[in-house]
């Protein structure tokens, strides 16, 4: 799928596919760098992680082993509440592991806030976060996030994972839905 495939659906292009593909060059090589030594483990959250996590593991150097969890955060609408529902657990014990979570994005910041505790109250050893991209708002939680793709600000983004309506995940870059699409 490409912007063409969008039609007048799309607004704007925020991040290019290869500016993507650059930035998680540099993520995995901070990555690389951090764990030398060590093996990670690399905690998906579905759906939305789905590309990064494909791109970003295939970056990487460092030994690492994948799972994945489904979560859903009970709220009306598009708005997280910070009380988050397992809907799909680790198939694996994360006791004395380096969990690294990845993300597609950390909107309010309730989800990964949640998920961070969550994964070291079962003893992880330690629990990072990277996202390809943050909003605005995730800066004000108390959630420390050290490797972030992209600020981006607070507009409806699709693409790379992320969807309206389960629409637009494998767009290759991130952009933003014209208005009409989502004020009908
Ligand atoms: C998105 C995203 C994060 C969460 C971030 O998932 O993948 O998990 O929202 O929101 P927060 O920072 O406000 O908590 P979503 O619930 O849309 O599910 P999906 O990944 O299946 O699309």
Redesign the pocket.
Same mark, same amino acid.
């Given at each position: 799928m490409d912007a063409t495939d969008m039609g007048d659906s799309l607004q704007d292009v925020l991040v290019t596919a290869e500016q993507m593909d650059q930035r998680l060059d540099e993520l995995a090589a901070q990555i690389d760098g951090d764990y030398a030594g060590r093996e990670v483990l690399l905690v998906g959250? #579905?759906?939305?992680?789905v590309m990064v996590m494909a791109d970003l593991s295939r970056k990487l150097h460092t030994p690492l082993q994948m799972d994945w969890m489904a979560v859903s955060?009970y709220g009306s609408g598009t708005k997280?509440s910070g009380v988050v529902r397992i809907l799909k657990d680790l198939d694996q014990d994360v006791t004395d592991r380096h969990v690294l979570i990845v993300? =597609?994005?950390? =909107?309010?910041? #309730?989800? #990964?806030s949640w998920l961070r505790a969550n994964l070291l109250s079962r003893g992880a050893a330690s629990v990072e976060i990277a996202t390809a991209l943050r909003k605005p708002k995730?800066v004000k939680v108390a959630v420390d996030v050290k490797y972030v793709g992209f600020e981006i600000p607070d507009e409806f983004v699709v693409g790379y994972g992320l969807?309206y309506d389960e629409q637009y995940r494998h767009l290759p870059f991130i952009g933003t839905l014209a208005p009409h699409v989502y004020e009908n």
């Open positions: 959250v #579905l759906r939305g992680a955060s997280s993300e =597609d994005i950390i =909107d309010s910041g #309730l989800t #990964l995730a969807d």
